[in-house]
Every structure is written in structure tokens, then in C-alpha cells.
Nanobody, 121 residues
């Protein structure tokens, strides 16, 4: 059984940085990534990285967020720099057992419980 456990959320001022981690246990996960959900909004794709090293980012985080992965530890990271108040959300780790990266929720079979990121202005 696959389990995803996120850590690293918190409160930060605008312009600051946070690093999220997601540790996975269980089956081989070919693509791991992050979604986020702000209050009153739908969950949206943020970034993902495949086991082969391909990345995909939503446009609004390009140049500010970096996704990386330690395959030996089965852990994915999201380094978030130059944070903005609109980045405030619950961030969810997600994973799928396919190599291709997709940006829709239904494409991911496994989910973490989420970690809160709050960016103050």
C-alpha cells in the first residue's frame, strides 16, 4: 500500500521561501508531484517530476518553484522561492504509476493529506 507523507509547510512573508517534502512508501511511483487548493477554489496542478527526470510546472510558478526528487529515498521536494500571497493553499503530494506527467487530479492514484502554506503580505 502506498503512503505519501508531506512536511515543510508553514507561515512565511511574501518574498520568502519554503521547501516542501513528500516521502513515499510502498509501490514504485513513476511520477510524483504537487497540487494545491486555496480556500474556495478547486485543486490545481503545481508541478510534477517523472522518474526519468522530466518536469512540468504551472505557468504561475515557473521561475519561482523547483521540483526535485531523490529516487533512492523515494522523496520529492518542492523548493518555493519568491512566495506570493496567492500561493497560500494546502499543498498536496500526488503520485502515479506511469512515466508521463499529467496535470489533472484523476491521473494520480495516490495522495498525501496535505500541508498548509500561508504567505502573508
Amino acid at each position: 500500500q502506498v503512503q505519501l507523507v508531506e512536511s515543510g509547510g508553514g507561515l512565511v512573508q511574501a518574498g520568502g521561501s519554503l521547501r516542501l517534502s513528500c516521502a513515499a512508501s510502498g509501490d514504485t511511483l513513476y511520477t510524483m508531484g504537487w497540487f494545491r487548493q486555496a480556500p474556495g477554489k478547486e485543486r490545481e496542478f503545481v508541478a510534477a517530476r517523472s522518474l526519468t527526470g522530466h518536469n512540468n510546472y504551472r505557468d504561475s510558478v515557473k521561475g519561482r518553484f523547483t521540483i526535485s526528487r531523490d529516487n533512492a529515498k523515494n522523496t520529492v521536494y518542492l523548493q518555493m522561492n519568491s512566495l506570493k500571497p496567492e500561493d497560500t493553499a494546502i499543498y498536496y503530494c500526488a503520485a502515479r504509476t506511469r512515466y508521463d506527467i499529467v496535470v489533472y487530479q484523476a491521473g494520480y492514484a495516490y495522495w498525501g493529506r496535505g500541508t498548509q502554506v500561508t504567505v502573508s503580505s
